[in-house]
């Protein structure tokens, strides 16, 4: 037998929050392994506020949840995954891609307003990556030229396979932050330590916010770093 690879088009889909004509800030949200996006996106409401467009990408892999035999009704489960470890740098390269094209369309349409008054800088983009959407961010942004001004990895550790060198370059000047729940159990203090040591002898640096929860999207804490943020894209330079 010989594998053969045959690239193909297909239509991925994704949900937003917010006024594009009045975006100040650009958020792409990447959600969790059996999410999806419409799912994902509500927990993004505390942070609905104006100038800000939060949009959730969904994984171009969906599947039934539930394990049930059988036929799947109308009331069946339906998650999606961002790659699985079979065929794995081709669903890496598609996603990337998929990405890229995605942010290219949601920068070309947010601003109208601010354009017509003359005000052209560009949207302040953040990156979130939730679970495995951490590893789906982080090799986002060290393979493609995308350069937020923000990369917050919420609720997992970095690849254990992420090029050291590569993303030393491509997120030098990034805000990385790690957040984490001190209750969540999907975090071991093992992976954590030796993913600090092998950041740390990269010249990589991440900043952790903790919070008294588990393996989910707390709303204080993002609303938080929205503030951050928010204020960075407020305050005159």
Known sequence: MIEHHLPVERT?????????????????????YKQLARRFL???????????????????????VSTASGRH???AVVGATWMTREDREH????????LDRLLETVISGVGGDR??????????????GFSQGVATATRWVVR???RPARLILWGDFTPPDLDLEAASAALDGIDVVAVRGNQDPALSPRLAEEEAIRLHEAGI????????GGHDIDADTLSMLADEVGGAVRTPR
């Open 144 to 146: 493609s030229g995308v």
């Open 42 to 64: 509500r927990r993004f409401e505390p942070i609905d506020e104006p100038g800000r467009l939060v949009v959730a990408p969904e994984a171009l892999s969906r599947f039934y």
């Open 91 to 98: 669903e890496i390269a598609d996603y990337v891609g998929y």
């Open 12 to 32: 991925a889909r994704y949900w937003t929050l917010g006024d594009p004509n009045e975006a100040r800030e650009v958020w792409i949200v990447l959600h969790g």
């Open 115 to 128: 354009r017509s008054e003359g005000a052209g800088a560009p949207p302040r983009v953040v990156v979130l």
């Open 205 to 212: 640096h991440v900043r952790t916010v903790r919070y008294d």
């Open 73 to 75: 009704g109308s009331g």
